[in-house]
């Protein structure tokens, strides 16, 4: 699967900023979604995951509360929804899939077998 992300740019310290993944494969619903980023100077770090059917999702701590991952398996695509931004949050977004027969979701880069282009987002303070 081919996996594009898109919707970064440059926003206010809390405003809100959605991201979407958009998928090349008609069986997408077969693929757990991660978002991570990674920071200049950084390692890339884990942010969101939900499961193939969007029932299960899980959050880094620092993102817990202000960003929400979803997904449309019918336009397969996957989002990112943003809000109360922190400068922190400043990064390149990046999503990925893993083809998976289960309702697990993953939390680690290494889960993934295919990634997308990133995205940048840049908050100012």
């Known amino acids: 699967v081919q996996l594009q992300a898109s919707g970064g740019g440059l926003v206010q310290a809390g405003m809100s900023l959605m991201l979407s993944c958009a998928a090349s494969?008609?069986?997408?619903?077969?693929?757990?979604v991660g978002w991570f980023r990674q920071a200049p100077g950084k390692e890339r770090e884990f942010v969101a995951t939900?499961?193939?059917?969007?029932?299960?999702?899980y959050y880094a701590d620092s993102v817990k509360g202000r960003f929400t991952v979803s997904r449309d398996n019918a336009k397969n695509m996957g989002y990112l929804q943003m809000h109360s931004m922190k400068p922190e949050d400043t990064a390149v977004y990046s999503c990925?899939?893993?083809?998976?027969?289960?309702?697990?979701?993953?939390?680690?880069?290494?889960?993934?077998?295919?990634w997308g282009q990133g995205t940048l987002v840049t908050v100012s303070s």
């Open positions: 990925a899939a893993r083809a998976t027969v289960t309702g697990a979701t993953y939390d680690r880069d290494d889960d993934y077998n295919y």
């Open positions: 494969d008609p069986t997408f619903s077969n693929y757990a």
């Open positions: 939900i499961s193939r059917a969007g029932t299960r999702k």
